[in-house]
Each structure stands twice: as C-alpha cells, then as structure tokens.
C-alpha cells in the first residue's frame, strides 16, 4: 500500500508533475491519431497460401491431372498445414493451402513456393504457377477506362500517374488486350522442308539466347562476359534460321504477325466495354485520402486522353468506410453527450468535468498505443473506443465519489483527495485488471470474424490503461485543486439520499429473505437460458443493400457474346426494376458492372473461368429509396433467373454485416467414386430444396465443353515414326498454336505463339485429316494414328485433401432458419439416408457453419479463460476462496440481461451478439467488486455482517448507478441506432448494454444476498457465528431490521 501512497502524494503534492504528465500523453496520442489510416475492416490474413496456374487451351481434367496433382503431391510435404483444398477449370486452376492459426505465414509461403518451384515435368505451355497470401484486402478505387481497348500505351500510362499518387501500393490493369506475335505457318512448305511445327517453336527458342559466360581480367578490371541474343520485333522472329547454318529463315516459311489478342475475361462498365484500373493502397496509407488526391488527378488525367476516351469510378470502395465511420462517429458523440448529461445530474457538474478529463486521456493515450500496435482507425477499433466511452469514466467516478463522500465528512479538499483516492485505489486497479482479464482472451478467437475483430478487446484495453494512469496519476491532483464543496453537491448529495431511500427497504427484504430472493434470480437465469437455446444463431446479419453481385453460369459450349446478352439481361431487369418513369438510373445506381470469361466469387475469392460464366455487380446509393424497393427488386430478379432455362446456376451475393463471408451452407461430398458423389450431391441438393427458407441451391461441378479426345494409337504411330508427344505437338499447333516463347518488347511482356495456318475452326472430320511430318518426311494425317472420341468433359473439377470433392452451397433466409440448423437437419439426412449405402464418402459442413462452429468453440474457451483469470486475480486481492465466487455471481445476471435485451429487440444470437457477452464478463464484475470490498471494510470496522452488507451496498449505490448508467447511455445510441444502425455492432452494444443494466439491479439486490449467504449461513454453518459480539457491533450497526432467515440471532441490534 506504500507505492500507492506514494503516487497519490506525488499527484496531490506535485501540480507540475500531474499538468506535464497530461500534456505528455496529449501530445503523444494526437501524433498517433493523425497517423492512423482509415479503413472498413482490418487487414487480416486468413492463414492460407494460393497458388495460381494457367494453362491456356487445357481442360479442367488436364489442368487436374498435369498441374494440380503435382503440386499438391509436393506440398504434402509442408509442415503446419490445416486443408489443402483445388479448383481445376477450363484453362486454370488453383490449390489454396490454409494452415493452421498462429503459422507465420511468410515462413509457410517461404515454403509452399519452394515446394512449388520442386515439381517437375509441368506442361512446358503452362504459365509459371503465382504463390500469393490470401488476404481480405480491398483495393481503394476502381477506375474504368471507356474507349479503345487496345489503347495499351495509353492504359499504361494512365498505370503510371495513378501509382504516383502518394500511398498507391500499385494499380493493377484488367481487360486489355494482349500482344502477341503469331508464326502462321505454311504448311505446304514445312512438308516440302520435312520440318514439324515443334521444330520451328525449339527454332524460336533457341534465337533467344541471354546467358552469362562469367567474367574476365581487363586492364586490371574484371570485365563481365554474356552471350546476349534478343528478339525485338517480328522482324527479328522471320530472321531466324530453321536450322544451324541453313540459308531458310523463319520468314520463308511462315507470315509473321504482330496481333492484339482479345483477353478471356472482358469487362464492361453501364453496358460499355471498358479497361479496368484497380488502384490499391499501401497498408499504412489513408484510403480516403488516396481517393481523394486520385479524384482530384482524373479530370487532368481525361483531358489528356484520346477523343471518345473517358474515365468513371466504376467501384469506391471509401463510400462505405465512410457511411460505417460516420454511423459510430454520431452514435459515439451521442453517446458521449448522455454520458456527461449523467455524470452532471448524479455526481455535480463540477465532478463530472473532473471525471471527463479521464475520456480525452484515455483515447489519446489508446491512439498512441494503437499506432504502435499497427492498428486502424476502422469499423471495429472505432466501437472499441465507443465502448470505452462509458468505461473509462468509471475509475474516475469511483474516485470522484469515495472523495466527495470524505468532503461531506468535513475533510479539506486535499485530505479528502488523498483519503478518497487512497480508499478505493486497490480495488479500482483490480477492477481494471479484471475487464482487461475479460477481454483479453478474445484475441484467441479463430475464424475469419475472430481475426477481424481481435483489435476490439486491444482497443479497450488500451483505453483502460489509459483511465487507469488518469485515475492514479493525474485525477487525485485535480481534485485537491477542484473538487465541489459548494451547493451544487449539496443538491446531489440529496438526490443521492432520496434514491438510498427508496432502495433501502428493497434490499432490507432481499437480505431478510435472501434464500428466496437468490433461489428466485436462480429460476430466472434458468429460464433465460431456455429462452437463449430457442433464438436462433446467425453467423452474421443482412446490411444495407449497397452493392448486389449476380454470379450466373450458361450450360458449356456457349461463347462469349452469348454469356453477354444473358448479362445484359440481367442488368436491364435490375434497372427496370429499380427505375421509374420520373427517376434517371443515377439516382440509385452509382454503376453497373459486367464480368465475362472469368469470375472470382467476392465471398470465397475462388476463381471459376470459362466463357459461359460471367458476374453482374451493381453498386447502389446509399439511399433510403433503395432499402424500400429492394423486396421487389429481388422477388423479381429470384423469380427471373429460377425459372431461366438457358442457366445452369446463378448465385445471388447480397452485402453482409462483416468483412466478406462465403455462402451461408457449405457442404462438401468428397470421395474417390465420381459416380457416386455425383448422384449423392444431386439427392443433397433436392433434399436442401425441400427445406424452408433456404434458396439459391447450386453445387460448383458444372458440365464441360463437348471434347474431341485424341487417343493415339501407339503400334501404328511407331510405324510411321511417330511419338505421342509429336503428335500432340502438331495437334495443338493447328489449333491454339504452341508457344514458343516471351520476350520482352517495349517492356511489355509479348508471347511469340507457332501456329499452323488455316487449321482453326475444323469439325470433327477436319481435324481428322489434320497432317504431320514425321522425322523422316512422311506425310501422316491424323485418323491413321489416332482416332477421335467425342466426350463431355467436367467444367470444373474441385478436390480436398488429395481427393475429389464437390461443393453445395446455399443461402438462408434468416427471418426463418439459420445454417446452424439447416446444417444439423442435413448431417441427420446424411446419417441416416446416405452413409449406410455410399459408405466410402464424406460429408464436411462450411460456409457459417464451419465458421460458427470454429469461432463458438474459441469463445467458449475464451470466456472460461477469462472467467479463470478473473477468479484468480480476485482470489489474490480479497485472499479468499469464495469471495471471488460472490463478485463473479454477476457474470450470469449480465448473460441474462444480454439475453433479454437481444430478445426485447428483436434480434438474433450471433457472433457479434456472443463478443459483447464474454466482453460482458469483465465489466459487470466490477460494481459487485468494490460493493464486496466495502462490506468487507465494514466487517473490518466490527460491524455484524447483515449489517455490513447493508452499509456496503448502501455506500456503493451512487457509484455503481453512475458507472452503469454512462456505460449504458455511452452505448445505448448505438444499440437503438440513432445516428444509424449497425449491424455488426448493435447486437455487440445491446448485450453490454442491456446486460450491464440489468444486472445492476440483480448486483444491487442478490450479491449483497449471497454474501450474507455465504458469509454467514454457510460459514457459520461449518466454523461457528462469523458475527462479532453484539456490544461490539452494535456500535457499528446500521439497524437491521429483523433477519427472519437467521436461526441463531433474530434480535434487531440497537442503533
């Protein structure tokens, strides 16, 4: 107790000292507030590593089995590693590896790229495989390029003054197209020549030579040596010789041409084919000041392009940043208005100055601490704070209090600030370790939404660092200085007085028949628990309509100005629907946009490719108007795309309350049997159907292209001289075209791509009577060492851990069921229909349950852990067994409260709702904390315990009323919405603040009743009376009404 001395004479002695120390933190938290960048949600990586591959031409079965197998059999290998989950497409393909939490993902892409780089033997046409974190990042800005899109130089330098912009990480640029240099070969005159089309693309290669030779002494110097052959232009390309030392160049045989290939995915902004620039920003940078500083660049940038060129901002992903941060930004100020409204009218104004002194310390002193930790200015850091609102006040009430209490005993304002504080300076640092302690251990919450939120409980915990040097060091000086001696604390001590009155008699009848009153609270929390297992569990909630994403996919074969019209459909059916006679679309949509070729689903940034699957995203207004048509917006376009036979699935993406999710239900049939998982998920998905409020059923199979397989006859192409390799080679030489090389032209990437001219475009006949030279100059045609099947190839093939697997997804209405419960319903189907007949396949549940379940097992370990923590630290200070057990008695009063309050509003449980209970756990332990530490002074003082207990509760009313209300009133704008709801964080404040209201009432009237209990009947029943003589406590006595559930002592004590 000496250091505690100690530090409040310094701060009551020293003013210098005290007025330095808060300009120090001042000065030190507005340096780190205006570092801090801005953002939605956090930055966090999803511990997983993909590799991406292309292999232009293949079909997904070949992208399986010549990309993904390889790799995957290498990666095996790596350590750490939770799934290891592919996708194989038409053309490309990709292995996600996710590890497990805690992986330094660095180390492990370190690893996955080694094991990567270890494969042999990949296909030499395929693109070198990109190893990138997956991380749930957003670019700042997308800005569409209108006009020519073969305006490559133009685009680039658009790139280049884009990425100038100061904290632009870089600007990535989809849609143009790309440049090739194709060798159309004659084919009469290779025959004549006796030369394969294999031949002439190792010709190519073999032109470019770049290799180092070493170095060399010169003149004292060392000299480098290299051998240095570069192809520049297509007229270096038609130069090459066909062989050593031959006469015949490449230009004799073949037309060179330089082409602008049109790229596989093409993308249009209003029905407008467009060039996308996606402007991402560093992670330090402020996003809402790049969009500024590019905003203001773009019309310069305009003016300086070509006629008929024009720029748009096709997708501002700042527009919601500043919607969610303007939403807690006028809830947080209006909590902080009723919080200083609730400190004037219960502690004085002059006190409730004192005590807001701790609200600016504490949130610059988080600031500073925030930007230290690598913290944002986001969504959730800023609830944090919101939180804290309410919470850093409490220290200060708790000291402002106990030295208004010695001032009204007659003490100086420095006596009473040194007594005051010194009272209550133990079990208000202990109150703080405990809320700490509570909140702490959500940081171990795994799962996507357990990364994200992980900076809330940091934030308040560095704003409770914060109010507790306010409280210690600062706040004593003050009130030596400032402290009310005046009327206005007369007017509060008798508002104090008439409330001690009422609640008096109150607590008398709880104490007097306190087994009742705590069997009662017990019966109570009982029935709230019953309540709780009937709510429905929701990962996360709808949020406003502000973007809408269509992701639809058309039988295979179908080409891409097909996939389009289908898009443009869509759009149009979206607009009419939003649009009305007297309204112009840009009033409710800010822009529409259209994918087609490739589509990567905003969700799972699982990437599907082909030329029948494209994606229809809107990104709407923030407007009421939208909110109210939105029902008829989406009964129509439901209506539209289930009854349209040209599709073979669609997925309707809707905002959700958080950092992107994948669908609601995943479930993933996995085997070796294709056969049988095909017929299983079949019978799954019309199981789904069946089920009530469940739509938007699709499965991630899909049917391919119609394949003409070339099966080689090995005996006859051996006759003929021929390998299978040659063959293939000379096949795909008449169709796509072999690539020989890149080089580097202007420093643009350039592809040079061998192609036998006139074949494109043959039947099934054509490419029968295809021809090949062999080594020795005979003339084959295909049908005479091979013969073509026709077959149906899988458009996308998707395994899981070394074994094929197809997923199921589906969405939920949440007004009627949730993925918990289809999930449970579809595991007991599984159970009991399918594994007893397929019983070598497996059924694995994603999607929110999979999160849910991971996230929900966490909590649970993260509320017993702080529960634990908690109990000891209480164990430590009260050096007691049982007194922890009576403080932590408000632990199931907030839970029951929490409870009641999302169920009076009529919400869901959810994550988010769950965060707020353990967070819960921590604050409501505090006013039954200090109420506990009193009774005990009493006791230690000689008073009998009943009496005590009276006491105690009676001195602690102002502060806990205090300390309740300004956490309440902090968070109650946010839970009712008045400056506008939350999804995310309305449930998270109306279970702290619902469940800290009513468990004061419950703290105020059962812990006082079970601290007699245990005290006193429990003890006395196993030690003998704990109550001192009645001579000795009757000169303490608080004149107890009579105990009528006392059987050793019902005598009243004298006054």
């Not at 939490?101 to 494969?119: C, F, I, M, P, Q």
């Not at 914060?466 to 200085?481: K, W």
């Not at 059916?573 to 529409?592: G, H, K, M, T, Y």
């Not at 030690?1023 to 001579?1031: A, N, V």
Request: glycine share 8%; with cysteine.
């Amino acid at each position: 107790m000496k250091i505690f001395d100690r530090i409040i004479r310094l701060s009551v002695d020293n003013s210098v000292f005290v007025n330095l120390l808060f300009f120090l933190v001042v000065v030190a938290g507005i340096v780190g507030a205006l570092k801090l960048p801005r953002e939605q949600f956090p930055e966090v990586s999803l511990d997983a590593v993909m590799v991406q591959v292309v292999y232009v031409g293949a079909t997904a079965s070949d992208v399986e089995e010549l990309l993904l197998r390889p790799i995957e059999e290498e990666l095996d290998n790596v350590s750490d590693v939770k799934r290891i989950e592919s996708i194989a497409n038409e053309g490309a393909g990709s292995v996600t590896v996710t590890f497990n939490a805690g992986t330094d993902l660095r180390d492990a892409r370190s690893e996955v790229e080694k094991a990567v780089n270890a494969v042999q033997d990949l296909p030499e046409d395929a693109e070198t495989p990109q190893v990138n974190e997956v991380k749930l990042d957003l670019p700042v800005l997308t800005v569409a390029m209108l006009g020519d899109r073969s305006m490559r130089l133009e685009a680039e330098r658009l790139q280049e003054q884009l990425a100038r912009v100061w904290g632009v990480a870089g600007v990535d640029v989809v849609g143009l197209t790309e440049p090739r240099i194709v060798v159309a070969l004659d084919e009469t005159k290779l025959r004549s020549l006796q030369i394969q089309p294999a031949q002439v693309s190792q010709a190519i290669r073999n032109a470019k030579a770049s290799v180092p030779a070493g170095t060399v002494e010169r003149n004292g110097q060392e000299v480098f040596v290299k051998t240095d052959k570069r192809l520049e232009s297509a007229a270096d390309v038609a130069a090459i010789p066909l062989r050593p030392g031959s006469p015949i160049r490449l230009g004799d045989v073949a037309e060179i041409r330089e082409l602008e290939e049109q790229p596989d995915s093409r993308y249009y902004v209003n029905g407008v084919e467009a060039v996308q620039l996606v402007v991402k920003r560093e992670r330090s940078a402020d996003p809402l000041e790049i969009r500024a500083d590019v905003m203001e660049l773009l019309p310069a940038l305009e003016a300086s392009m070509p006629a008929g060129s024009r720029l748009v901002v096709s997708e501002d992903y700042t527009i919601v940043i500043r919607d969610r941060l303007q939403t807690v930004a006028i809830n947080g100020a209006s909590g902080a208005l009723l919080v200083v409204l609730v400190l004037a009218v219960v502690a004085g104004f002059r006190q409730a100055l004192l005590a807001l002194w701790g609200m600016p310390v504490s949130y610059l002193m988080a600031t500073f601490l925030m930007d230290k930790g690598d913290i944002t200015i986001n969504v959730i850091s800023t609830f944090g704070l919101l939180i804290a609102t309410g919470i850093v006040v409490d220290d200060a009430i708790v000291v402002i209090e106990n030295t208004q209490r010695h001032l009204e005993m007659g003490k100086t304002r420095v006596q009473a600030a040194i007594a005051g504080a010194k009272e209550v300076l133990l079990p208000v640092t202990v109150a703080v370790t405990t809320t700490c302690l509570a909140f702490l251990p959500l940081t171990m919450v795994g799962g996507t939404m357990g990364r994200v939120m992980r900076i809330l409980p940091l934030t308040v915990v560095f704003c409770l660092i914060g109010s507790l040097i306010e409280a210690i060091f600062i706040l004593p000086g003050h009130l030596a200085h400032y402290a009310s001696k005046d009327a206005e604390g007369g007017r509060t001590a008798r508002l104090v007085e008439r409330m001690k009155a009422t609640y008096r008699p109150i607590l008398e009848l709880c104490l007097r028949w306190r087994k009742t009153a705590v069997f009662l609270t017990f019966v109570g929390f009982l029935g709230v628990i019953a309540l709780a297992t009937n709510m429905r569990f929701q990962y996360t909630a709808p949020a406003k309509p502000t973007e809408l994403s269509v992701v639809f996919k058309l039988p295979a074969g179908v080409n891409r100005t097909q996939t389009k019209a289908e898009g443009d459909t869509i759009r149009r059916l979206i607009l009419d629907a939003l649009d009305s006679p007297e309204e112009s679309e840009q009033n409710l949509v800010r822009a529409s946009k259209m994918r087609i070729g490739s589509v990567r689903d905003p969700r799972t940034q699982m990437l599907d490719t082909g030329a029948n699957v494209g994606i229809v995203r809107f990104e709407f207004a923030l407007d009421e108007e939208v909110v109210d048509r939105w029902p008829e917006v989406e009964a129509q376009l439901e209506d539209y795309l289930a009854t349209n036979p040209d599709l073979s699935g669609y997925t309707i993406i809707l905002p959700m309350a958080g950092p992107p999710a994948g669908p609601a239900v995943t479930a993933r049939v996995r085997g070796r049997d294709a056969a049988e998982i095909d017929t299983v998920v079949r019978d799954l998905k019309a199981y789904l159907r069946t089920m009530k409020g469940v739509s938007d059923v699709d499965d991630d199979s899909g049917t391919g292209k119609e394949t003409f397989a070339v099966r080689v006859d090995q005996d006859m192409a051996a006759l003929y001289g021929l390998s299978e390799l040659e063959i293939a080679n000379a096949v795909r030489a008449a169709i796509d075209g072999l690539i020989a090389t890149e080089v580097s032209i202007d420093e643009q990437r350039v592809e040079i791509v061998v192609r036998t001219e006139g074949a494109q475009g043959l039947d099934r006949a054509g490419i029968g009577s295809l021809t090949i030279t062999s080594s020795a100059g005979q003339i084959v045609r295909l049908d005479q060492v091979a013969r073509l099947e026709r077959t149906r190839e899988i458009g996308s093939i998707r395994r899981r851990d070394g074994q094929r697997a197809i997923g199921v997804t589906a969405e939920v209405d949440s007004e009627v069921t949730s993925a918990l419960e289809v999930t449970s319903v579809a595991q007991k189907w599984w159970d009991e229909r399918v594994a007893p007949t397929y019983p070598n396949l497996e059924l694995q549940f994603g999607g929110d349950a999979e999160e849910i379940n991971e996230s929900l097992e966490d909590l649970k370990g993260a509320f017993l852990l702080a529960i634990g923590l908690i109990y000891i630290v209480l164990a430590l200070q009260f050096k007691s067994y049982l007194q922890p057990i009576i403080i932590l008695c408000a632990v199931p009063f907030g839970v029951m409260g929490a409870v009641l309050g999302l169920f009076g509003m009529g919400y869901d449980l959810s994550l988010f709702a769950l965060f707020g209970v353990v967070a819960l756990a921590g604050i409501v332990v505090n006013d039954s904390l200090v109420m506990v530490d009193f009774i005990n002074t009493r006791r230690a003082e000689g008073a009998r315990i009943l009496d005590a207990a009276l006491d105690g509760a009676l001195e602690r009313l102002r502060p806990i009323i205090s300390t309740t209300l300004t956490t309440c009133f902090g968070l109650g704008p946010l839970a009712i919405g008045l400056g506008g709801k939350d999804q995310i964080l309305a449930p998270m404040a109306i279970s702290i603040a619902a469940g800290l209201g009513i468990s004061t009432g419950l703290v105020l009237l059962i812990v006082p009743s079970v601290y007699v209990l245990i005290e006193r009947d429990f003890k006395g029943l196993l030690f003998g009376p704990q109550d001192p003589p009645l001579e000795v406590a009757a000169e303490v006595s608080s004149g107890l009404v009579e105990d009528t559930q006392a059987d050793d002592d019902r005598q009243t004590p004298p006054a």
